[in-house]
């Protein structure tokens, strides 16, 4: 079945170290975002990319990186520079060419320790 | 700038009961809107989407949202509340519709007393 992967769904960091979170997607889409989640306040986007080798900043970017070298792959880094890593991260993507919706991921919970 | 607001973080109501969760927007375009649900620890799932095709927009499980330009809404609404329906809802903007660069309200929970 198509669809979104990301991983793993728990995921504990110390501080002061960086962190890989994996999305992968199966749906063909090109377009692939990355949203963070705290309470009370929606979701909010960190990094998206439209193609392949390109991608631009959200509202959210700072002390985080991503990468977009093939289709299928999404993965989002949080570093140390984030201030607040502590969150739920959500890996979305979307068809570019009509009217549709984004598809979501399972999505991964970072908890700084 | 495009932005959603969801009235009432918390809704409860009994099973059985109208569910009406609230969201308005702002767009100086006409919008592309979505209703997403998430479960605990869940990812979002797509409920309706708003096209421009008919004002009144039904989705799965029941649900149906009318999209009115007068009020900027696009309230969710389902008859009869079932206990499965506990979760909370998300509206969203989209400005063109083909991409998932979405504008969230900051969401409602739903309550569903026995």
């Known amino acids: 079945d198509g669809g979104i992967t990301q991983s793993p769904k728990y995921l504990f960091r110390k501080e002061g170290q960086n962190v890989t979170l994996s999305c992968e997607q199966n749906l063909n889409h090109d377009a692939m975002y990355w949203y963070r989640q705290d309470p009370g306040q929606g979701l909010r986007l960190i990094y998206y990319s439209q193609i392949v080798n390109d991608f631009q900043k959200g509202d959210i970017a700072e002390g985080y990186s991503v990468s977009r070298e093939k289709k299928e792959s999404f993965p989002l880094t949080v570093t140390s520079a984030q201030k607040n890593p502590t969150a739920f991260y959500l890996c979305?993507?979307?068809?570019?060419?009509?009217?549709?919706?984004?598809?979501f991921g399972q999505g991964t919970r970072l908890t700084v320790v | 700038a495009q932005s959603v607001t969801q009235l009432g973080s918390h809704v409860s109501v009994s099973e059985g009961a109208l569910v009406l969760l609230r969201c308005n927007y702002s767009s100086s375009v006409p919008p592309y809107l979505f209703w997403y649900v998430q479960y605990p620890n869940q990812g979002l799932q797509l409920l309706l989407k708003y096209t421009s095709a008919a004002t009144l927009v039904k989705g799965i499980n029941g649900f149906e949202a009318e999209f009115k330009k007068s009020e900027t809404s696009f309230h969710l609404t389902k008859p009869s509340a079932h206990m499965s329906d506990a979760a909370e809802y998300f509206c969203?903007?989209?400005?063109?519709?083909?991409?998932?660069?979405?504008?969230f309200g900051q969401g409602t929970t739903l309550q569903v007393k026995p």
């Open positions: 969203a903007v989209s400005p063109s519709g083909n991409t998932g660069k979405l504008i």
């Open positions: 979305a993507s979307c068809r570019a060419d009509r009217v549709t919706e984004a598809f």
